[in-house]
């Protein structure tokens, strides 16, 4: 019984989750996807980095990545805001953290089901700004132009 009282609170406020009220958890999970070096974290676990996978349309796999893997991929990233992004993925179980007994200690990251199923949302998002960012700059060079 206590099973099914629980899957009957969880539909419930699946139900009930509603981004635009304050206090919906759903707001801070927004908040946390739409950071800038979750999506490109979840893309680079995704398999899309790289020279060799400029768009959408590629069937890429998705990976384990070292730490300093992903750290070199991630230009500009501090150790602090990459250690903090990959803590909070993996305590919202969009990653798993495995650890192997090696000298030293190797600690890969990647990507669960859920995980993978949100890269492919932002890889979309990526994409879509990395297509647009020549149209995106002429508009506001404009508008700054006019607003002079």
């Given at each position: 019984m206590v099973t099914t009282?629980?899957?009957r609170k969880r539909a419930q406020a699946k139900v009930?989750?509603?981004a635009f009220l304050a206090g919906c958890p759903s707001r801070q999970?927004?908040?946390?996807?739409s950071d800038k070096w979750v999506v490109l974290v979840l893309c680079a676990l995704g398999g899309d980095s790289g020279p060799d996978r400029p768009?959408?349309?590629?069937?890429?796999?998705?990976?384990?990545?070292?730490y300093s893997e992903i750290s070199r991929l991630l230009a500009?990233?501090?150790q602090k805001m990459l250690t903090q992004t990959l803590r909070?993925?993996?305590?919202?179980g969009l990653?798993?953290?495995?650890?192997?007994p090696t000298v030293p200690v190797t600690v890969s990251y990647e990507l669960t089901d859920l995980g993978l199923s949100l890269h492919h949302m932002t890889r979309g998002l990526r994409n879509w700004a990395q297509t647009h960012m020549a149209e995106v700059l002429a508009n506001?060079?404009?508008?700054n132009s006019r607003t002079s």
């Open positions: 009282n629980a899957a009930e989750y509603n999970l927004l908040d946390r996807i768009g959408a349309g590629h069937a890429v796999a998705p990976k384990a990545m070292r500009g990233v501090s909070s993925l993996e305590h919202d990653l798993t953290r495995t650890v192997t506001r060079e404009e508008y």
